[in-house]
């Protein structure tokens, strides 16, 4: 049994929207572009114009109706089909009519296996009778495109990237810029994230339950620079990264070109 989505509602919900709203949580019948009384989502069985429902009768009008093109969808389609497939017939089904879906060309195509046929179809229902001529409406045209993207829409990712990402290893060593930007680069973030001293953050922290944030005038060395307003942190993570450009730049090179 075919049976509408949440997906499936939404969709259908977009274009019929919720008409016509009174302010009070009420819905009021309406004239539709076709010129049939329609209330709530697009219902349209036994509507009159006057009738009025609240939100709680008009979604059970709306469940009692679509039960009506689920049933016709599924005794009417004869290949198996999935749950995107099914709501995007089920919504168009709901817009043109049980008589009009059954005897579509978009279902015969869909019976005979021809998918990408029957995705052709959907754009032909754009039109409906204006003051006694067929007129094409924006509303149907985008709803149609709207429903024959959803009835092509994988119910899964495929297995196999899309695009897949290839990387090749470089036959020559980066360069020695190269290096540098990285490690400069590499400073700056840690010294950002990095409490100002983080030995002293730490016991700070153990006793007295804050974070500081600098150290004033304790010693000299790395300290004093700290008390300048240059973070111990910054002065760490420096450090570590002229070690590693040297360690890429100069040491390594060297091993390699001495003879073993």
């Known amino acids: 049994m075919a049976k509408l989505s949440a997906e499936g509602k939404r969709l259908i919900y977009s274009f019929e929207g919720l ?25 349209t069985t036994g509507v009159k114009i006057g009738m009025v ?40 089904a709901y817009n043109i009519g049980v008589a009009g879906f059954k005897g579509s060309t978009l279902l015969k195509k ?29 509303g149907l045209t ?14 899964a990712a495929p297995e196999e990237p899309a695009m897949p990402h290839v990387v090749s290893e470089s ?4 360069s020695r810029k190269t290096v540098a930007a990285v490690a400069v680069s590499a400073a700056t ?8 001293d983080p030995l002293t953050s730490v016991e700070t922290a153990l006793k007295t339950g804050q974070r500081v944030k600098g150290i004033s005038d304790q010693g000299h060395g790395l300290y004093s620079w700290a008390s300048a307003g240059v973070p111990l942190s910054a002065l760490l993570a420096i450090a570590a990264c002229g070690g590693f450009y040297y360690l890429i730049c100069h040491y390594l090179p060297k091993k390699q070109e001495t003879p073993t």
């Open 189 to 196: 973030g840690v010294a950002q994230f990095m409490p100002a």
């Open 110 to 138: 869909l019976n005979k296996g021809d998918r990408k046929g029957a995705v052709a179809e959907f754009g032909r229902w754009n039109k409906a009778t204006v003051k006694g001529k067929k007129v094409a409406l924006a």
């Open 53 to 92: 429902v609240t939100e709680a009768e008009g979604e059970a009008m709306f469940a009692k109706e679509m039960g009506r093109f689920e049933e016709a969808v599924t005794e009417a389609v004869t290949v198996s089909i999935n749950q995107n497939e099914a709501d995007a017939l089920i919504s168009f």
């Open 142 to 155: 985008s709803r149609r495109t709207r429903e024959a993207s959803l009835f092509q829409k994988p119910m």
């Open 19 to 43: 008409h016509k709203a009174l302010g009070d949580g009420r819905y009021a019948a309406y004239l539709c572009p076709a010129g049939v009384p329609t209330i709530y989502a697009g219902c």
């Open 171 to 174: 036959a020559d060593p980066p």
